[in-house]
Nanobody, 126 residues
Framework: QGMLVESGGGSVQAGGSLRLSCAWS????????KAWFRQAPGKEREGVAA????????GYADSVKGRFTVSQDNAKSTVYLEMNSLKPDDTAMYYC???????????????????WGQGTQVTVSS
């Protein structure tokens, strides 16, 4: 059984920054794809960013490119999402996900991920 625990969410004004952390344990491995998804009220869960550790590949939603950075620290079993220049549209519950991936680098497909965290709330005020 694998576990993901997110932290680092909070409230911030537009233009501010936050860093989300997600610690993994159990059956989750450093080689697993790791991703961040978010879900705003009344909207579907969407992929924000992901990393494929075996190749170092990263992927980002168009809405966050240039503002968000995903990274992984294997020594700490933690994946991060650095968020800068935050906008009110970034307000959502953010979820960490991990899984074997496989197939093409379709990182935003939820089916690629086996494990999900409980989420951490990010609120950006204007």
């Amino acid at each position: 059984q694998g576990m993901l625990v997110e932290s680092g969410g909070g409230s911030v004004q537009a233009g501010g920054s936050l860093r989300l952390s997600c610690a993994w344990s159990g059956s989750i491995y450093s080689a697993h794809w790791k991703a961040w998804f978010r879900q705003a009220p009344g909207k579907e869960r969407e992929g924000v960013a992901a990393i494929r550790p075996t190749s170092g590949s990263t992927g980002y939603a168009d809405s966050v490119k240039g503002r968000f950075t995903v990274s992984q620290d294997n020594a700490k079993s933690t994946v991060y999402l650095e968020m800068n220049s935050l906008k009110p549209d970034d307000t959502a519950m953010y979820y960490c996900a991990a899984g074997p991936g496989g197939g093409g680098w379709y990182w935003a497909e939820k089916i690629k991920y086996t494990y999900w965290g409980q989420g951490t709330q990010v609120t950006v005020s204007s």
